[in-house]
């Protein structure tokens, strides 16, 4: 499976990030999985932003909820993030992953099957 994410590099604040992860040797229906969108400040460790399922559920990080969407398009076989209202500190690597579980807790590579390269992302004017 391999997976790549897309999208701009530098937004100004206040801007809305739109990132797209394209999802490649398996389909993002498959049973039980979920769909991930992690990122990684500079300086500091992963954080789980959140998932959409393989029936198409979301789930958020309550401290993201109220300015990040995640959604699919089943026939491009792709997994969208926005993220609204950015700031400076939302300055980081963007990376989508794939696993059988989700939460706040998956901040670790090893918990994923598969795994983004990462997608600079600078929030500044």
């Known amino acids: 499976v391999q997976l790549q994410e897309s999208g701009p590099g530098l937004v100004k604040p206040s801007q809305t990030l739109s990132l797209t992860c394209t999802v490649s040797g398996a389909s993002i229906t498959t049973s039980m999985y979920y769909w991930s969108w992690i990122r990684q400040p500079p300086g500091k460790g992963l954080e789980w932003m959140g998932c959409?399922?393989?029936?198409?559920?979301?789930y958020y990080s309550p401290s993201l909820k109220s300015r990040t969407s995640i959604s699919r398009d089943n026939a491009k076989n792709t997994v969208d993030l926005q993220m609204n209202s950015l700031k400076p500190e939302d300055t980081a690597v963007y990376y989508c992953a794939g696993s059988l579980a989700w939460g706040t807790a998956m901040t670790r590579r090893e918990f994923y099957g598969s795994w983004g390269q990462g997608t600079q992302v600078t929030v500044s004017s």
């Open positions: 959409i399922s393989y029936s198409g559920s979301t």
